[in-house]
């Protein structure tokens, strides 16, 4: 299993756009990701309420995990997306 412990870059947090932002990340990368804080339950990243229901804040790190193929690359992609808090789905999504 491919994990990443990233730290939410968005002051705001895992809440509305930047949690839709996300959403729309991990659908666009076809690749089933689970998120959880460090020692939760994942859940699924594709789910804009599972997200919203993690309550990460900005700051606060947060788990990305994947058994799929292409996972190590997804993850590296939406770490990226996360870590720095980007307004926009990045170019390679």
């Known amino acids: 299993m491919a ?3 990233v730290t ?7 809440h509305a ?3 839709s932002i996300f ?3 991990v659908m666009a990368l076809g690749v089933a990701v689970t998120i959880a804080k460090p020692g939760g339950t994942p859940a699924n990243a594709a789910s804009m ?13 947060i788990v990305l ?9 997804a993850l590296d992609q939406l770490a990226e997306l996360v870590t720095k808090g980007l307004d926009e789905l990045p170019e390679t999504v």
């Not at 309420?49 to 790190?61: F, I, K, S």
């Open 17 to 19: 756009r930047p949690a």
């Open 49 to 61: 309420l599972a997200v919203l229901g993690l309550g990460a804040q900005g700051g606060e790190e």
């Open 23 to 25: 959403v729309r990340s």
């Open 8 to 14: 939410v870059g968005w002051p705001e947090g895992l």
């Open 65 to 73: 995990a994947s058994e799929a193929e292409g996972a190590e690359a």
């Open 3 to 5: 994990e990443r412990l």
